[in-house]
Nanobody
Framework: QVQLVESGGGLVQAGGSLRLSCAASGSIFRIDLMNWYRQAPGKQRELVAT???????NYAGSVKGRFTISRDNAKNTVYLQMSSLKLEDTAVYSCTARVLTGGMRYLEPWGQGTLVTVSS
């Protein structure tokens, strides 16, 4: 009923920047919390950043000061602006959201993920 689609991943040099997008579509009444996760090869999935419907944000310590999460409620889209990228930022980045559907039930769908590769 609700789909999340990420875009914007790719190959970038260390120190560079990249902007990820995640658009939600389907039967959406309201989107509450939106999150970005990442999973590097051989590592556990990590919560990178969260943003509430009111715009309050929270970040993992490893990205604080370098990444910025934002959202456009009119477009049901969340963004992740990544700057000063490091080799260790290489991962598959996925978004998730807490969605209240038009049928008045909550769903927490995940996107398919987008690969970010940081090279030296």
């Amino acid at each position: 009923q609700v789909q999340l689609v990420e875009s914007g991943g790719g190959l970038v040099q260390a120190g560079g920047s990249l902007r990820l997008s995640c658009a939600a579509s389907g039967s959406i009444f309201r989107i509450d919390l939106m999150n970005w996760y990442r999973q590097a090869p051989g590592k556990q999935r990590e919560l990178v950043a969260t943003i509430t419907s009111g715009g309050s944000t929270n970040y993992a310590g490893s990205v604080k000061g370098r990444f910025t999460i934002s959202r456009d409620n009119a477009k049901n889209t969340v963004y992740l602006q990544m700057s000063s990228l490091k080799l260790e930022d290489t991962a598959v980045y996925s978004c998730t959201a807490r969605v209240l559907t038009g049928g008045m039930r909550y769903l927490e769908p995940w996107g398919q993920g987008t690969l970010v590769t940081v090279s030296s």
